[in-house]
């Protein structure tokens, strides 16, 4: 019973490295979808996929990326980053577009100093 | 576009006491309604949902009903235990193929025993 399964779950970069946040489902979910969480602010889309090799823009995209070569793979990058990226990241996956059942992961903290 | 308002916590209760949290949304067209719990140190998961008017969603003792006349739909639990302290996102879906979830911003609850 795996689930989503996200990696690192804490992790300190400085202003200007570069990192991968890792993000496994095993549910066969052609929906994934990157959110991140800061604190009073609720959630915020940043990226979707809709199936392997699609992926399209959320709500907050700028300095980050993501590939969809798998099904069960959807990596977060984050290029060049900076302190306003400081957050909670939650991976999410779903059967459907249609329904809002989101199935999250436990979250990756990360710290840019 | 689609909000979401929920009350403001953090909400502080006695063990037994009666929860309410406040949700009202703003949303075109037939949205489905959910309350999400995210306990402490884990990713959210979908505590209850409604997707239509007057719907009630139950769950682990929880309850809300979707309002369509007040746009609201508040979380109620009878007598909350120590163990259902933690944060609580009410969520609106537009449906079809739009893929967004809109969360409000949580509210934190805490039971004391």
């Known amino acids: 019973n795996a689930g989503v399964t996200q990696t690192p779950k804490f992790r300190i970069l400085k202003i200007g490295q570069s990192m991968t946040l890792q993000c496994a489902q095993d549910?066969?979910?052609?929906?994934m979808y990157w959110y991140r969480q800061d604190p009073g602010m609720g959630l915020k889309l940043i990226y979707y996929s809709v199936g392997a090799g699609i992926t399209d823009k959320g709500e907050v995209p700028n300095g980050y990326n993501v590939s969809r070569s798998t099904t069960e793979d959807f990596p977060l990058r984050l290029e060049l980053a900076a302190p306003s990226q400081t957050s909670v990241y939650f991976c999410a996956s779903s059967y459907s577009s249609s329904t809002g059942e989101l199935f999250f992961g436990e979250g990756s903290r990360l710290t840019v100093l | 576009g689609d909000s979401v308002t929920q009350m403001e916590g953090p909400v502080t209760l006695s063990e037994e006491a009666f929860l309410t949290i406040n949700c009202t949304y703003t949303?075109?067209?037939?949205?489905?309604l959910f309350w999400y719990v995210q306990y402490p140190g884990e990713g959210l998961q979908l505590l209850l949902k409604a997707t239509k008017a007057d719907d009630k969603g139950s769950n682990k003792g929880f309850e809300a009903t979707y309002r369509k006349e007040t746009t609201s739909f508040h979380l109620e639990k009878g007598s909350v235990q120590v163990s259902d302290s933690a944060v609580y996102f009410c969520a609106l879906h537009s449906g079809g193929s739009n893929y967004k979830l809109t969360f409000g911003k949580g509210t934190l609850l805490t039971v004391n025993p």
């Open positions: 949303a075109t067209g037939y949205p489905s």
């Open positions: 549910m066969n979910h052609n929906y």
